[in-house]
């Protein structure tokens, strides 16, 4: 059981990240469709953890890998555009994307709950201003390094809080996300580390489409997980807010250590939300 566990929530998209990153670096102009497959990364993820779907899908987990599909194939036809989104359209996907499916998989929880529903629109409009600032990126010093940094640890703080809200499956999920995420950074730091500046920063249409999973796991988890704590949900979010600050006011460091330090101050608000979920 812990040895699956670790394999399918570890491993696995450890492995796949690695893989994503590898055909960010020698896709070329087809590195745009990377946020397409980060989606079937996670579809293969929700499917390996929860089982195949079933058709049609009635309760609100049973929808989850529907979406993925969905939004997989969006985000391969955002990967055709060769413009990269500005602001407002960037803002715009975000919401919609994330929204929509939320809307779909909660919409009677978020009719008879106000403060859930208070609270996953919260978070997905702070999402879509976050991609309103992060989209096209600042080339400021921080060369892109702190939005991945920034969703990575949003993730882990989020796979706690399902935790110990007591969603298990959705804990799991957003383990394999950060996993995922974890893998396309450690590949991108070494060849950050070999010359490359540009290296941490996903492109235009593959950072929309983390965005838009990360919102939509948040948001899930705010419907679904039972006990899940707001306080440490919106904490969870924050490290986002910290990465358009340093996009723009990068630390003045040896550069091998830029994407470290940013790492490190994305990390702060997460942990914060782990101890407000664990000790709450």
Same mark, same amino acid.
């Given at each position: 059981?812990?040895?699956?566990?670790?394999?399918?929530?570890?491993?696995?998209?450890?492995?796949?990240?690695?893989?994503?990153?590898? $055909?960010?670096?020698?896709?070329?102009?087809?590195?745009?469709?990377?946020?397409?497959?980060? $989606?079937?990364?996670?579809?293969?993820?929700?499917?390996?953890?929860?089982?195949?779907?079933?058709? %049609?899908?009635?309760?609100?987990?049973?929808?989850?890998?529907?979406?993925?599909?969905?939004?997989?194939?969006? $985000?391969?036809?955002?990967?055709?555009?060769?413009? *990269?989104?500005?602001?407002? *359209?960037?803002?715009?996907?975000?919401?919609?994307?994330?929204?929509?499916?939320?809307?779909?998989?909660?919409?009677?929880?978020? +009719?008879?709950? *106000?403060?859930?529903?208070?609270?996953?629109?919260?978070?997905?409009?702070?999402?879509?201003?976050?991609?309103?600032?992060?989209?096209?990126?600042?080339?400021?010093?921080? =060369?892109? =390094?702190? %939005?991945?940094?920034?969703?990575?640890?949003?993730?882990?703080?989020?796979?706690?809080? +399902?935790?110990?809200?007591?969603?298990?499956?959705?804990? =799991?999920?957003?383990?394999?996300?950060?996993?995922?995420?974890?893998?396309?950074?450690?590949? +991108?730091?070494?060849?950050?580390?070999?010359?490359?500046?540009?290296?941490?920063?996903?492109?235009?249409?593959?950072?929309?489409?983390?965005?838009?999973?990360?919102?939509?796991?948040?948001?899930?988890?705010?419907? /679904?997980?039972?006990?899940?704590?707001?306080?440490?949900?919106?904490?969870?979010?924050?490290?986002?807010? /910290?990465?358009?600050? /340093?996009?723009?006011?990068?630390?003045?460091? *040896?550069?091998?250590? =830029?994407?470290?330090?940013?790492?490190?101050?994305?990390?702060? %608000?997460?942990?914060?939300?782990? /101890?407000?979920?664990?000790?709450?």
């Amino acid at each position: 059981m812990i040895a699956d566990l670790i394999l399918w929530t570890v491993l696995v998209p450890l492995a796949l990240g690695l893989a994503l990153g590898l $055909f960010s670096r020698h896709a070329g102009e087809r590195r745009a469709l990377g946020g397409g497959l980060l $989606f079937v990364l996670a579809l293969l993820a929700v499917v390996a953890i929860e089982g195949m779907p079933v058709f %049609p899908p009635v309760a609100g987990k049973q929808k989850l890998p529907f979406v993925l599909a969905g939004l997989a194939v969006l $985000f391969f036809l955002l990967g055709h555009v060769r413009r *990269p989104a500005g602001r407002l *359209p960037a803002a715009a996907t975000v919401l919609l994307a994330a929204a929509v499916p939320a809307v779909w998989i909660g919409y009677r929880i978020l +009719s008879a709950a *106000p403060v859930k529903a208070f609270l996953v629109f919260g978070l997905l409009f702070f999402f879509a201003l976050a991609a309103a600032l992060l989209s096209p990126s600042p080339r400021s010093r921080a =060369q892109g =390094q702190a %939005p991945l940094a920034a969703l990575l640890f949003a993730l882990i703080a989020t796979a706690v809080v +399902s935790v110990t809200g007591g969603y298990i499956g959705m804990a =799991q999920v957003c383990g394999a996300a950060a996993a995922a995420t974890g893998g396309w950074l450690l590949l +991108s730091y070494v060849a950050y580390l070999g010359g490359d500046d540009a290296a941490m920063h996903p492109g235009p249409q593959p950072l929309l489409a983390w965005l838009v999973l990360t919102a939509l796991l948040m948001a899930v988890t705010a419907l /679904l997980a039972p006990s899940a704590n707001p306080v440490a949900l919106v904490l969870a979010a924050l490290p986002l807010a /910290l990465a358009a600050w /340093l996009e723009r006011r990068g630390p003045d460091l *040896p550069r091998a250590l =830029q994407p470290v330090a940013a790492g490190a101050i994305c990390a702060v %608000p997460a942990l914060a939300a782990i /101890l407000v979920s664990v000790l709450a």
